[in-house]
């Protein structure tokens, strides 16, 4: 305790050997290193390798957007995890890191260590990241896909269409159509289903399904 | 492979029973126990929003002849019956001809 406080009344002391401009020029290089390690370091684990370093991404959400045209496609863009999943500027990416530190929880405890696990927590996941994109109007689409530089005439009729109608007039977001273009849709049902319910008439009970498809119908 | 067909034109059918086809892209469509990708424009309550053509009533009845509430377990897996096309040339020729084609020949 004596030596946390000499430790303490040495810090408030003025310095006796080093020049002011030492420990200003010494504070600022310092502050350059660590910034630059704290964002390099963050950075980091914005990578696809990061992120797919834990069997529970790389065979599950990751081995189903290789399939989607986020992936591969004509023009060679690649979306990867961290475009859709971490928000860009500073602040909110810090926030959704933070929030993330509940995945390394996860990760220990694997809370999703197998496909089955994964398969029944995927419609609270998935919910979980609508909400996101619904709450900020889909910003990691906007990132990308920006109204204003879409040219619907180069669209099919039918997405024009539908644009023009639920996008342009703002009575939709993205995500109220896009889902499940990156990664396969969890079991819907009517209640948790797309917004609109649309969804909901395709409340077909998974039981009597599965009994069909057993030939036991 | 040519891309899918995206034209959004209904296609004549070539026979009456012949289940339509589909006149847009379907790549990477989930249609499994899980989801239906297509139901969520062209079920009952969707169409109004999406203004795509309803699934025929005839897919809600089983097979005893019970109309059900929504698409019968029978008939929910869409791409069994109807497909999306490819703009191209068949390697194969075939001699086909439709129903009205054949009438009109005999006469």
């Known amino acids: 305790m004596n030596r946390?406080?000499?430790?303490?009344?040495?810090?408030?002391?003025?310095?006796?050997?080093?020049?002011?401009?030492?420990?200003?020029?010494g504070?600022?290089?310092?502050?350059?290193?660590?910034?630059?390690?704290?964002?390099?370091?963050?950075?980091?684990?914005?990578?696809?390798?990061?992120?797919?370093?834990?069997?529970?991404?790389?065979?599950?959400?990751?081995?189903?957007l290789k399939r989607t045209i986020h992936f591969s496609n004509r023009s060679g863009v690649r979306a990867k995890c961290s475009d859709c999943h971490v928000p860009h500027n500073w602040i909110d990416k810090v926030?959704?890191?933070?929030?993330?530190?509940?995945?390394?929880w996860g990760k220990i405890f694997g809370t999703i260590?197998?496909?089955?696990?994964?398969?029944?927590?995927?419609?609270?996941l998935a919910q979980r990241e609508w909400h996101r994109y619904k709450s900020n109007d889909s910003l990691e689409c906007r990132n990308c896909h920006s109204e204003e530089a879409m040219d619907f005439t180069r669209q099919s009729k039918r997405a024009a269409e539908a644009h023009e109608r639920f996008l342009v007039s703002g009575e939709k977001t993205c995500i109220d159509c896009h889902k499940g273009i990156s990664h396969e849709l969890p079991k819907m049902s009517a209640s948790n289903s797309m917004p609109d319910g649309a969804m909901a008439s395709a409340n077909i009970h998974v039981h009597q399904l599965k009994l069909y498809l057993a030939g036991t119908d | 492979m040519m891309p899918q067909s995206n034209n959004d034109l209904r296609q004549v059918r070539?026979?009456?029973e012949q289940p339509p086809l589909i006149p847009h892209k379907t790549d990477g469509y989930q249609v499994d126990l899980r989801s239906n990708k297509c139901l969520t424009c062209h079920s009952r309550k969707a169409v109004g929003e999406s203004q795509a053509p309803m699934v025929s009533i005839t897919h809600f009845m089983d097979r005893d002849g019970q109309f059900l509430a929504s698409v019968s377990p029978r008939r929910y897996f869409c791409n069994q019956c109807h497909v999306s096309q490819?703009?191209?040339?068949?390697?194969?020729?075939?001699?086909?001809?439709?129903?009205?084609?054949?009438?009109?020949?005999?006469?």
């Open chain 1, 113 to 124: 260590n197998t496909r089955e696990k994964f398969q029944a927590k995927r419609l609270e």
């Open chain 1, 95 to 104: 926030a959704r890191k933070m929030q993330a530190s509940k995945e390394v």
């Open chain 2, 86 to 107: 490819h703009e191209s040339k068949p390697w194969v020729g075939n001699t086909f001809v439709d129903v009205d084609t054949l009438l009109q020949k005999k006469q």
């Open chain 1, 4 to 25: 946390l406080k000499n430790f303490w009344d040495t810090l408030w002391r003025p310095s006796t050997y080093f020049s002011l401009a030492f420990l200003t020029m």
């Open chain 2, 14 to 16: 070539n026979y009456p």
């Open chain 1, 27 to 64: 504070g600022f290089i310092a502050g350059i290193i660590f910034w630059g390690g704290f964002n390099t370091a963050m950075e980091f684990t914005n990578t696809e390798a990061f992120c797919t370093g834990c069997h529970e991404m790389r065979n599950n959400v990751y081995a189903e």
